[in-house]
């Protein structure tokens, strides 16, 4: 009787310009209909071009697996996920930090937003050199949050500048503020209005033409770069901060990949060059450097000496941003964060690093032996392969149907890596080896 009464109800108030909550009764249980409710959608939402890159790529190869049940087990050299057991010495730190959570002694609650100060003080030290101070190190869940974060910090009214091919986010969370202006006719293809596109590619050696580029208020600068393993120089570096300086621009510099670069000279941090505490943001991360890709464990510096037009201080901001809406990394994971620049720790990583340039070595010398021209691999986890005009779309599609193999098409980091293709060294050792073997036999056809 209730039931029966709430249908009338629902049907009696689904007149002109209402839509019926309940569309079906199958006994007691009631499905409903296509109900919306009467928020309107972020209207950046739909500004927004594609999927994220990485889901559509996990999205085609399960429908490949889909198709083809019996194929061989497919190798990915996709996602720059790292693939190694974390080491002893920093396992060591994650495990008594949780079981010091268990004693009256040792529980912590709430921590400080910034991270712990004997964290900070020590990524200061260890991986700094000093060259930054413990109050302007930000421990955070990652790096890629804190791009997030950074452009809540900066709001909607700032011309961002992205490298061109570069990591997506950069450019989704940016589309996602609300920088940029719908794409319309006149928009270049894979472009969105309102964000400078610093082409990068083998012509400019992967650096921008400073010179011919329009100013803007954030620079987006990854090094070494995702997608293509370029690593800039120190003469490029100072380039890029004279160039900050002049035009009154924040560099937000990316140094996720920093203990990948073996040369010497190169600088593995922004701070290295002559007043670049005075225009650029630092964020880096722990993931790469000890597998913490699933713990999550990252820091953004944001010097002193950084201000806003208006003399505030740039920092003052960042942290009314994390002490808001952030609650401080896991203090579980900073006792790994510690363990990781203990002098084993430390050890252990530059272990794991070379275990992944040695995978890159070996994907290079594959490619190249097959005829290709090759970039990236050295001071850097990713291989970016010139596929000669080629859709890199469609070789992703026929390396995965023919060599079972997930690579990922340069197009999805933008309009500049169409005509590309980025393999990942993050694949264990054994893998890697086999999907080398598998891309000879395809290629070799």
């Known amino acids: 009787m209730v039931l029966s ?3 009338a109800v629902a049907i009696a108030w689904s007149g002109p310009g209402m839509r019926a909550p309940v569309s079906r009764v199958a006994g007691a249980q009631m499905v409903a209909a296509d109900i919306a409710v009467g928020v309107k959608r972020n209207p950046n939402m739909a500004k927004l071009q594609a999927g994220y890159l990485f889901p559509e790529i996990g999205r085609r190869r399960n429908a490949y697996l889909a198709a083809h049940p019996d194929s ?4 990915s050299l996709g996602i720059g996920d790292t693939t190694q057991p974390i080491p002893t010495h920093i396992l060591g730190g994650l495990e008594g930090s949780a079981k010091r959570l268990g004693t009256k002694e040792g529980y912590s609650g709430y921590g400080a937003e910034q991270g712990v100060g ?4 020590k990524i200061a030290s260890k991986l700094y050199n000093g060259l930054i101070e413990p109050e302007e ?3 955070s869940d990652g790096s890629k949050c804190d791009i997030g974060r950074l452009q809540l910090m900066f709001g909607n009214a700032v011309v961002s500048a992205v490298q061109d091919p570069s990591y997506p986010v950069y450019v989704d969370s940016a589309v996602m503020m609300g920088q940029t ?5 006149a928009t270049p293809q894979g472009q969105h209005p309102g964000i400078v596109y610093m082409a990068c590619n083998p012509s400019n050696n992967f650096f921008p033409d400073l010179s011919n580029t329009p100013r803007a208020d954030v620079i987006y600068f990854c090094s070494p770069n995702n997608p293509t393993g370029a690593t800039a120089s120190r003469e490029q570096l100072t380039q890029l901060v004279q160039w900050a300086k002049k035009n009154g621009s924040i560099i937000v510099f990316d140094a996720a990949y920093a203990p990948f670069i073996k040369s010497a000279g190169t600088p593995k941090s922004i701070y290295e060059i002559p007043g670049a505490k005075e225009v650029a943001i630092e964020v880096n991360s722990f993931s790469k450097y000890a597998g913490f890709t699933g713990v999550r464990l990252g820091w953004t510096i944001v010097p002193s000496a950084l201000k ?4 505030t201080p740039v920092r003052n901001d960042w942290n009314r941003v994390m002490c808001t809406i952030f609650n401080g990394a896991s203090n579980i994971v900073q006792g790994g964060g510690l363990a990781c620049l203990d002098d084993e720790g430390l050890e252990e990583i530059s272990t794991l690093i070379d275990y992944y340039l040695d995978n890159a070595k070996l994907l290079r010398e594959t490619m190249e032996a097959l005829g290709f ?3 990236g691999g050295a001071d850097a986890p990713y291989i970016f392969v010139d596929l000669k005009g080629k859709s890199s779309w ?16 340069g197009a999805g980091f933008g309009p500049g890596g169409e005509g590309f293709l980025r393999l990942s060294a993050f694949a264990p050792r054994a893998a890697c080896v086999e999907a080398c073997e598998r891309l000879t036999a395809m290629f070799k056809q």
Do not use: C, K, N, Y
């Open 5 to 7: 009464t709430f249908i």
């Open 72 to 75: 061989r087990p497919i190798i």
């Open 118 to 121: 004997d964290l900070r003080a």
């Open 137 to 139: 190190v930000f421990v």
């Open 181 to 185: 202006r719908p794409v319309d006719s």
């Open 308 to 311: 806003f037009a208006d003399g």
């Open 373 to 375: 021209t090759v970039h």
């Open 394 to 409: 469609d070789m992703f599609s026929h390396i995965l149907e023919t060599a079972q193999v997930v690579t990922i098409p």
